[in-house]
């Protein structure tokens, strides 16, 4: 299950093993372009693929199980590029739902990123004078939809529930695989990988 699936294509480009299904959540506007653009591209889905248009602020636990989920059955769960634009609450109360639909042997993967020194937030949200920055004189506009405070790591609201696993973080894991590190112009405005990790947790 993709939580906020947006303009992800691994249903399409992945090896699949035979009987997988895979549900994709988001609004019904950003399902209906993805599939428009991939059918008119000649792409085929390389599982079984089930859309789930739902807007993550409504129930959408019973919109998946209306689309077949099983919760009895171990599940593959991935949240990617979703947690930051949450509050403390709404990201506990995602993880309270995962956890209730998560069946024994389930498998949770959680993009997160730490919180952004307030000063250079405070920066990349200012419009900048120079029209030749890279905000055009806007400001970071996705980093003015985010969440900016403290929250509850995955892994440490994950494990008292039953679940094990840790959290790497992006520089350490693109180390591992002999990745180059991106290397910003500065902190305003850039994407900061040291911020980010991966959280992936067992049931």
């Known amino acids: ?29 950003v399902l209906d372009f993805k599939r428009d653009v991939l059918a008119d591209a000649g792409v085929r889905a390389t599982a079984e ?8 602020r409504d129930d959408w636990a019973s919109a998946l199980r209306e689309n077949g989920f099983d919760s009895s059955v171990p ?18 109360q995602l993880f309270e ?31 900048s004078t ?11 506009q996705w980093a003015g939809l985010i969440y900016n ?4 790591q995955a892994v440490q ?5 039953g679940w094990s696993g840790a959290a790497t973080g992006l520089v350490d894991y ?6 180059a590190v991106p290397a910003g112009k500065g902190p305003v405005g850039h994407f900061d990988p040291s911020l980010m990790s991966l959280a992936t947790v067992r049931k």
């Open 1 to 29: 299950v993709i939580v906020a699936a947006g303009l992800d294509s691994r249903a399409y480009r992945l090896a699949w093993p035979d009987g997988t299904v895979v549900y994709e959540l988001d609004r019904s506007q």
């Open 49 to 56: 693929r089930h859309e789930v248009a739902v807007d993550l």
């Open 75 to 92: 599940t593959a769960w991935l949240v990617e590029g979703l947690v930051i634009y949450l509050t403390p609450d709404a990201q506990n």
């Open 97 to 127: 739902t995962l956890n209730a639909l998560s069946a024994p042997g389930s498998w949770l993967g959680i993009e997160e990123m730490a919180t952004i020194d307030s000063g250079v937030y405070a920066a990349m949200t200012t419009p």
């Open 130 to 140: 120079d029209p030749d920055s890279y905000d055009q004189g806007r400001g970071a």
């Open 149 to 152: 405070e403290g929250k509850t």
């Open 157 to 161: 609201w994950f494990l008292p529930h």
């Open 174 to 179: 693109l180390a591992s695989l002999g990745r």
